[in-house]
């Protein structure tokens, strides 16, 4: 008899290739990338050079509305997706990655944006000052009036328009510099 840690011994090394959690993890990892395609306009799918019967497939998928019905073409699209390797959805991937890189920008550009409006909103005349040192050709009066505008509005509950307004100005001056 022998002990449970013990391993027997093996006369010939083979590789049985994958374990199955490890393709387990390949196959949710192709579903995650076919939920991905799905969430791309369909304007966008033809740039990605897949294969003709995924973009088919894409296609047939998003026809589907019943949750699911949508569930299982989801399943079946990566299983066909699994067929081609992963050869195949190298420029998809890379263009998803790009995507995703350029969210994150464009997120964090907007917050700052935000940030700079609210040190408008809460810090009165010298974030002002600031803001008009840096562009001594903005309309000061203008801007002063929709920063009050914008503090009235945000009292009383009523629709932020000058709030929105000086977002756009911001916006503006960013994308001139």
Do not use: W
Not at 96 to 116: C, I, N, S, T, Y
């Amino acid at each position: 008899m022998r002990p449970f840690d013990e391993r027997p011994p093996q006369d010939d090394e083979e590789d049985y290739g994958p374990s199955r959690s490890e393709r387990r993890r390949n196959a949710l990892d192709v579903l995650k990338l076919a939920h991905q395609l799905m969430d791309l306009p369909p304007s966008r799918i033809p740039k990605l050079n897949l294969p003709e019967d995924i973009i088919d497939e894409i296609g047939r998928t998003r026809k589907i509305t019943a949750h699911i019905a949508r569930k299982r073409q989801m399943a079946y699209l990566a299983k066909q997706m699994r067929k081609h390797g992963d050869e195949a959805f190298v420029d998809a991937r890379a263009a998803l990655g790009e995507d995703r890189d350029r969210q994150r920008q464009e997120a964090a550009h907007m917050h700052r944006l935000e940030a700079a409006r609210e040190r408008l909103m809460d810090g009165g005349d010298a974030a002002l000052g600031e803001l008009f040192d840096r562009h001594p050709d903005l309309d000061r009066q203008h801007l002063r009036s929709l920063v009050r505008q914008a503090r009235a509005e945000r009292e009383a509950n009523k629709p932020l328009h000058a709030f929105r307004e000086i977002y756009r100005i911001l916006k503006d001056l960013e994308a001139a510099e």
